[in-house]
């Protein structure tokens, strides 16, 4: 099939200077959302009308199986249409879908597709409220006459309750021949893309309607507001496919994903936690509040304390993180590592049993198993042009308020006594330390303040 993705608008409404589809709903772009919902349906081709904003569009999202068709000015859908039709082919059916719409699912348009294969498709829903949309009018026999627009429409026509979502499948050759037939003399001076369902009566072409699953399928964005209801509609959504799948959730409601989130059995996450990216939780991981994962995998039995975050980072199982602990990117902790609150690690492997239960930063590091890292510890990874890699082999015991400056290598076994400032390798089960003598001078008084 072609499918015509229609993303041109201005979005006047969104007070924005980013084009309006390329604001994000669980943390990806409105267009992309259909985009992705597109792909799935396998096209022959998948062309953007794009307008405002063309070259931040272009540069954020195009791809190799996108083609681009440029609507300057905007003068309606189905004028927005025509720009595509030189590339589409007559052969096959043409899906008409809309940048704005994001939550659109594959499995309703798949049954479009399917209904159009000799006919002409509309995508309807019933809404208890359906101001602001153009009304499916049918004749007494339930047939489709046309369509309607609001500000078109009679007041008998504006009590129908059953509405257009805008996205329609039909013949491409058909559809190429109403568009030139396409007439601008309506309420808004436009060219309705909704007009060709009424050639299609005229012409005797069959008219089939499937409806969404919901009014939430079609809902577009035009305003903040709009956006913030999507985004709570697409978390709920996801929240619910969770507790299906046996996730327990403190509060569905306090769920944002932001990219895919894979869940194993007897999980359980807190409120306010964020997944970005891809996150994997294995059995038994417990999540707790105000967690923000981007890019991790955390595995089973693992536990996360309050206000941990975890990005591009692996967590091996039963590990006990937080709270208020940070692994950046490169971090890969083994089973049943320990790391506590206002420790940082980044680019560190950490093997089995290894605890920094305190107030550390440990950077380009190795540490190996059962070793212990106290409060106050820092890798001094950095000489302010290069990084060095510091290395903590098995059974070591780091005292507290140690610095190891990279880059240096801890043998097996080895204490650092508190206080010690490591520049030399320390030797395996040996006691190493650092400290100056200690002096206490007679006589010294603090600065006073002087009077200005």
């Known amino acids: 099939m072609n499918i015509v993705i229609l993303a041109a608008g201005q979005g006047k409404r969104m007070h924005s200077n980013l084009p309006k589809v390329l604001h994000e709903v669980a ?15 396998t096209p022959q081709t998948i062309c953007v009308v794009y307008g405002h904003g063309g070259d931040a569009l272009r540069a954020s999202i ?43 699912q594959a499995a309703t348009l798949q049954s479009l597709v399917h209904a159009a294969r ?3 498709a509309i995508l309807t829903v019933d809404l208890i409220n359906p101001g602001g949309y153009g009304r499916i009018v049918r004749n007494a026999a339930g047939e489709v006459l046309r369509i ?46 909704t007009d060709v369902v009424g050639m299609a009566v005229i012409a005797g072409v069959p008219i089939r309607t499937v409806s969404a699953q919901g009014e939430w399928e079609v809902l577009g964005v035009n ?6 209801e999507l985004e709570r509609i697409a978390q709920r959504r996801t929240a619910d496919r969770l507790l299906e799948q046996g996730v327990r959730l403190a509060d569905p409601a306090r769920l944002d994903v932001r990219g ?9 996450i807190d409120v ?10 294995d059995e038994a991981v417990e999540i707790g509040p105000c967690c923000v994962l981007k890019n991790a995998s955390i595995g089973a039995g693992t536990r996360l304390a309050a206000f941990t975050h975890i990005e591009d980072a692996i967590v091996g199982p039963d590990g006990v993180i937080g709270p208020f602990a940070r692994l950046r990117p490169g971090t890969e902790l083994a089973a049943g590592v320990h790391v506590g609150n206002f420790v940082e690690l980044k680019n560190t492997k950490v093997a089995a049993q290894s605890k920094a239960n305190h107030l550390a930063y440990i950077g380009d590091a190795i540490i190996g198993s059962r070793v212990n890292i106290g409060a106050g510890t820092i890798t001094c990874n950095y000489d302010g042009a290069n990084k060095f890699k510091t290395v903590i082999e098995d059974d070591a015991f780091i005292g507290s308020d140690t610095q190891l400056v990279a880059p240096v290598t801890v043998g097996r076994g080895a204490t650092l006594g508190a206080g010690t400032t490591l520049t030399r390798d320390a030797p395996p089960d040996t006691l190493t330390l650092s400290r100056a003598r200690q002096v206490s001078i007679t006589g010294w008084k603090r600065p006073q303040k002087q009077k200005k």
């Open 148 to 193: 309607v627009e609001q500000k078109d429409a009679t007041a008998e026509e504006r009590a129908i309750c059953e509405v257009n979502s805008g996205i329609i499948a039909l013949p491409t050759a058909r559809l190429a021949e109403w568009l030139r037939g396409l007439s601008n003399d309506n309420a808004q001076q436009e060219y309705y893309l």
């Open 62 to 104: 195009d791809a190799p199986d996108l083609l681009w068709a440029l609507q300057e000015p905007q003068l309606g859908t189905g004028h927005a249409v025509q720009q595509a039709m030189p590339q589409l082919s007559d052969a096959q059916t043409t899906l008409v879908l809309y940048g704005d719409v994001p939550l659109i």
């Open 260 to 268: 895919e989130l894979l869940c194993g059995r007897d999980v359980f």
């Open 272 to 281: 306010n936690c964020v997944f970005e990216g891809k996150v994997v939780l």
């Open 223 to 228: 305003s903040k507001v709009q956006l913030a």
């Open 27 to 41: 943390g990806k772009a409105l267009l992309a959302h259909v985009i992705d919902a597109a792909r799935s349906l």
């Open 118 to 120: 000799d006919a002409l």
